[in-house]
């Protein structure tokens, strides 16, 4: 449990900076997906930290 008031900081740093990364991935036309991207789409760029920004192979 004491854990989560170490991570809770980290958490919010990462916030503003996937803020204005969104709006670039929607602008190429792709999305942002936690992970990474699977099969049907190809990787475009970064969100966040943890989340990668997809688009379709054939689009």
Do not use: N, Q, T
């Not at 854990?3 to 503003?16: E, S």
């Not at 990364?21 to 930290?49: L, N, T, W």
């Amino acid at each position: 449990m004491k854990i989560l008031f170490l991570l809770f900081p980290l958490f919010l740093l990462l916030i503003p900076s996937a803020a204005g990364k969104h709006e670039k991935c929607i602008r190429r036309g792709g999305f942002c997906a936690v992970g990474g991207c699977r099969f049907p789409y190809k990787f475009v760029g970064v969100c966040s930290a943890l989340s990668h920004c997809c688009k379709p192979v054939w689009g």
